[in-house]
Every structure is written in structure tokens, then in C-alpha cells.
């Protein structure tokens, strides 16, 4: 059986949990949604398995990612879908998820959520995936991989609400003056909102708040505005003091 880690992850946090989860798996091929210049549009293997990995951002997938997942042709490949989030609430992100890959053409076996160090404000769950999650994600990407070799196609329920909650606005990085113009963020970036010839700015309009520019810059050059980090620190206290669980649905 072929396997495909079809991953969307801007800062890493992601890429651990689907590691983690295909500890197991026979080693398979990469698609990475976060490549701006790739097509994605190639068909799979209709005995394949995938696993579907991205962040939730504000309860939701990121639209971007999802656009290129529609361009995978499944042709009926089983998949996992998984949603990483940074500790307060995945809401929607599922559900949302579950809905596309079926319009890609995946048999949706099975789904997860997991929990990552949040990409903005970095003390909540802070070190997740910790080892005691790896272990777990490992157990859950066992069972997904034996139900997929058994030919159980049965489907999967999953949280989340239709129609989906209202996007919300994206945060916005922004360069610094220590920015030496290298362009690694322009490179990297997913949704190509910064100009390499410009680099401190940012295209407000095609960014999507991923922090991937924020995390690959060498001189640490690319930020938020700290007033901003600062309130949303405030108005996630709450949802998440306590740590969240990693969830299975087979």
C-alpha cells in the first residue's frame, strides 16, 4: 500500500504530529501544500492512504490549503484527516476538512486532533507534541493504518458545525529594520504575499497569518506587532489554561 503525507505546516508544529502519527506507516511520498509553486494537480493511487494534516487557525482550515487539496485527484484513495491546533478549540476545522477531501475524492477513514504549540502566542503548549503525545499519536496512526489495510471504508463522524463559523482576520507580520533583504521569507512564504524586492512589507490581502515567515527568518527580523500578541495572549488565557487531548474518530 502507498502512503502520502499530504501536510500544511507554516511553522513545523504540524509536521511533528504527522510524523508522530505515521511512526508506523510505510515509508510514502510527501506533498507539500505549503509550496507556492507546485501544481498539486496529479493523480493518487486508488489503494493509497493518506494523511491529511493542517492547522486550525481560528477554528478553521486554511483556505489555501484547502484550494490545493481540491487539485489532488484521489481517485477514491482512503485517507486521516488531521487538525493541529495550539490548544484552545479546532471547532470547524474537521468538518470543513472532511468535506473537501470527499470533493478531491478521498474515503475518509478516519480523523484527528491534535495539539501543538500555538504559533503566535508560544507558552500555550508550549513543547506539544511531547513524548507522551508522540507515543499516543503513534497508537492512533497504528490503528488508522490497520483499519486502511483491512479495507474498512466505513466512515467517520467528526465535530463541527455546517455552516461553517465566520473566518476571522489574519495577523499580519511585518519586517523589522534588522531585515538584511535575504528573501527567505518571500521564498517560503505560502501564499506568496511578500515581494522579494520588498521583504519588510507585507501583503495584507494575500496574507494568511500562517507565521511561516515569522519562523524561517534568520535574524528574527519579521514580527507582530506586540500590543496585538499581547491581547490575544489575554483572550486565550482562559480556553487555554487547561492542556487539551489528542482525539481519535475511526
Known sequence: MKTYNIIFSPTGGTAKVASALMANWPEGETIDLSDAAASFARPLEEDA?????????GGLAPQLALDRLTR????????????????????????????????AGFQVIAAV???????????????RPDGKDRSELGEFGARILQKAEA???????V?????????????????????????????KCPAGAIDAAHPRA?????????????????QQARKLNPLMVKVAATALKKACADPKANELFI
Open 72 to 103: 489532488i485527484q484521489a481517485n477514491g484513495a482512503k485517507c486521516a484527516l488531521v487538525a493541529v491546533y495550539g490548544n484552545r478549540a479546532y471547532e470547524d476545522t474537521l468538518i470543513q476538512m472532511v468535506d473537501v477531501a470527499q470533493q
Open 113 to 127: 486532533s491534535a495539539v501543538a504549540e500555538h504559533s503566535i502566542v508560544r507558552a500555550y503548549a508550549a513543547g
Open 49 to 57: 492512504l493518506a494523511l491529511v494534516s493542517m492547522p486550525s487557525f
Open 151 to 157: 479495507g474498512d471504508v466505513s466512515p467517520v463522524e
Open 202 to 218: 507585507t501583503n495584507k490581502d494575500a496574507c494568511i497569518g500562517c507565521m511561516r515567515c515569522v519562523s524561517a527568518c534568520p
Open 159 to 187: 465535530p463541527g458545525n455546517r455552516p461553517y463559523k465566520k473566518a476571522g482576520s489574519a495577523f499580519v507580520p511585518k519586517g523589522s529594520s534588522v531585515c538584511v533583504s535575504c528573501g527567505l521569507c518571500a521564498k
